[in-house]
């Protein structure tokens, strides 16, 4: 596990485009696992401003997200579809035929994760997974407890994670109680994983993630079983953390 320790939220951020646009750049053919939440919504408006100025090109990536709301229709604003729309897809050339998210609106549920699977394995796998992290140590929607060699799964969403994801809608009524997610197993079949950790309120969690101890109720920590992963963190971020040995400043 690399550590790249940065000053703040926009280094992350630049940190996180310069590593994702070396692996669009230079690959003949790439399948990016994408991620939602604030952390990466600066990342991508880098990718786009990229794009934009140096017409980096996405004709040759697929894409697919690591997870949906269920019951939300794709043009809720609360969906992950659209927020993968307005924050990147909507501005860069990914053909729409490679962009992939999970169904969270699928008649037969079970079907729908297993087909979210086989999709990803018909493309090869992922070869780049961005990945965020819950203040309980969720990735994707892995609650705590998921098993770490989960598939794409349904979850119940925790009541901490519905919490925190209330404030992009208008009540916590509103957040849906279920989500549709790639499995830890899932994740961890990702060639290479990039995890951006930033400000104070991830501090604790990436403290834990840091102690190196492999727990199934501190969903990250399955990260150590992976032997390609690099975390981009900021100072606040990284404020509970003694190991400036394994940090690139
Ligand atoms: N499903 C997403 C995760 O993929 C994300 O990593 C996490 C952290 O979000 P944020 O980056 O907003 O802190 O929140 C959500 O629950």
């Known amino acids: 596990m690399q550590i790249i320790r940065v000053e703040d939220y926009e280094d992350i951020s630049k940190k996180a485009t310069e590593i994702l646009l070396d692996r669009i750049r230079t690959a003949e053919k790439l399948v990016l696992g994408l991620a939602t939440g604030s952390t990466p919504v600066l990342t991508y408006q880098y990718l786009v401003k990229d794009h934009q100025e140096n017409q980096t090109s996405y004709q040759h ?7 949906e709301y269920i019951g939300l229709p794709v043009e809720d604003p609360n969906s992950y579809h659209t927020f993968m729309d307005h924050h990147l897809f909507n501005h860069i050339d990914i053909p729409r035929e490679q962009i992939f998210l999970p169904n969270g609106l699928a008649d037969n549920q079970q079907q729908a994760c297993i087909d979210y699977e086989k999709q990803i394995q018909n493309h090869g796998g992922i070869d780049l997974q961005l990945l965020g992290i819950g203040s309980n140590g969720h990735i994707g929607f892995n609650e705590p407890g998921t098993p770490f060699d989960s598939a794409t799964h349904i979850v119940d969403l925790a009541e901490s994670t519905r919490k925190a994801n209330a ?44 102690e190196k101890q492999v727990d199934s109720q501190f969903p990250a920590s399955a990260l150590h079983h992976h032997a390609h992963v690099t975390i981009v963190a900021d100072k606040a971020a990284l404020q509970y953390t003694n190991e400036k040995s394994s940090v690139t400043q």
Request: aromatic share 6%.
């Open 61 to 67: 990536v697929t894409s697919f997200n690591l997870d």
């Open 167 to 210: 404030r992009f809608f208008d009540s916590i009524e509103e957040v849906p109680k279920q989500a549709i997610t790639m499995g830890i197993g899932s994740i961890l079949r990702s060639k290479e994983i990039l995890l951006l950790v930033s400000g104070e309120k991830k501090s604790k969690a990436l403290a834990r993630l840091l």
